[in-house]
Structure formats: structure tokens, C-alpha cells
């Protein structure tokens, strides 16, 4: 069974640019995340997504921060204009529904830098 | 609000050690609470998953403890490797949005 997909891996950008950020969950999974991770931190909850509705982006700032999932499968993350302190990694996970016991399982993430 | 800690942020062992990792949060109404481990550049690796409903988890050298009414958890690692060496990540999922909550991990080093 393919994994969680993201790319690209890395990204290094310039302040007030902006950026986007792909993810393709496991087949099947109705349930997406975006988590961001800041260096010596856990990672945070941005916004999770069932099926191509949002069910939670309450710490996701929208003054810059946009995300979709389309068709109810792939997601982007986006943000205009980045600042120095978005520099962090991107994960997306994935899970198969809001099951009690479900586990989420995550891609190998992107490390943006902004300078 | 949910916040997880853990303690302590990094450790250092010799090879072969028995050690324990700890987890504590705040909200004792979970769903279930996730050990992942983190190595460097990577994305992360579930662990152990323990119901609301269990006490512990075990896998292999792995065991996990889970103790709602104190609002805690162990990971309990048993002869350690070199190959355990990474950053050791527990989540809590709350009884609501069903998302996990991080705590800032444990640094785990083995030396040969």
C-alpha cells in the first residue's frame, strides 16, 4: 500500500513570495491533515479536512494561509506572502475516517525555508 | 485546550540501557494517545497506539502505558540500540476535532 505523498521536499523562498504544497493521502483515507512542524517543536494542526470539507482550520492563519482538497482526494497548502517565521516543515496525514480509534499516518514532509 | 509535555527533552544512554520516556496532558478526556518516533529530515513513524479504553500497548522492545485519570504516559524501551536514536513524539487526540496534539518530543541518543 503506497504511502502518503508530498512534494516537493524542499523549498527555499524569499520573504512576502509565495509557495504552495501538494499531498496525495493513502487511497481511501476521507480524513486530511496539515500539521506545522517549527524546529525543537511538535507539530501543530493547521487544518483537517473530511473528504473535501473542512472540518477544523481554527489555527490556520488566513491572512496568508489557504488550503483545498479537491475532488475530495489531493490537497494544496498555500501561502502568500510567506514570512520569515513559516520557515518550518509541512506534514500532511491521513486517515481513514473519524473513527474513534483511527490512526493517522504521515508523508515525509516539506522543509520550507524562508529567507 | 489540550497541551502535552514531555520530559526530559533530550537523554543520552549508553547501549543496552532500559529507559523510560514520559508524557503527561492536561485533558484526560482522549480518544487515544500516539508514540511516534521522528528521525532527522523525516516524517513520522506511528508507534504504539493505545485506546482510550486499554493500559498499555506492546511491540517488540516497545511497551506503552497509559494512565488517564493522572493524565499520563510512558514509553518504556527495552535494550536500547544505536538504531533507536531519533526524537520520540507522543499525541494525545482529543474527544472532539479528532486531531492529535503534539508534545515537543524526547531526544534520544544511543552511543555504541
Do not use: M
Not at chain 2, 72 to 93: K, N, V
Request: aromatic fraction near 8%.
Amino acid at each position: 500500500e503506497a504511502g502518503v505523498a508530498q512534494s516537493p521536499r524542499y523549498k527555499i523562498i524569499e520573504k512576502r513570495q509565495s509557495v504552495a504544497f501538494w499531498c496525495n493521502p493513502i487511497s481511501g483515507h476521507a480524513t486530511l491533515y496539515w500539521y506545522q512542524q517549527i524546529l525543537g517543536q511538535g507539530p501543530k494542526l493547521l487544518i483537517q479536512f473530511q473528504n473535501n470539507g473542512v472540518v477544523d482550520d481554527s489555527q490556520l492563519p488566513k491572512d496568508r494561509f489557504s488550503a483545498e482538497r479537491l475532488k475530495g482526494v489531493d490537497s494544496t497548502l498555500k501561502i502568500q506572502p510567506a514570512k520569515l517565521e513559516d520557515s518550518a516543515v509541512y506534514l500532511c496525514a491521513s486517515s481513514l475516517e473519524r473513527r474513534e480509534f483511527d490512526e493517522q499516518f504521515f508523508g515525509p514532509g516539506t522543509r520550507l525555508t524562508v529567507l | 485546550k489540550q497541551e502535552v509535555t514531555q520530559i526530559p527533552a533530550a537523554l543520552s544512554v549508553p547501549e543496552g540501557e532500559n529507559l523510560v520516556l514520559n508524557c503527561s496532558f492536561t485533558d484526560s478526556a482522549i480518544y487515544n494517545l500516539q508514540w511516534f518516533r521522528q528521525d532527522p529530515g523525516k516524517g513520522l513513524t506511528s508507534l504504539l497506539l493505545i485506546q482510550s479504553s486499554q493500559r498499555e500497548q506492546t511491540s517488540g522492545r516497545l511497551n506503552a502505558s497509559l494512565d488517564k485519570s493522572s493524565g499520563r504516559s510512558t514509553l518504556y524501551i527495552a535494550a536500547s540500540q544505536p538504531g533507536d536514536s531519533a526524537t520520540y513524539l507522543c499525541a494525545a487526540t482529543d474527544t472532539g476535532r479528532r486531531a492529535l496534539t503534539f508534545g515537543s518530543g524526547t531526544r534520544l541518543q544511543v552511543q555504541p
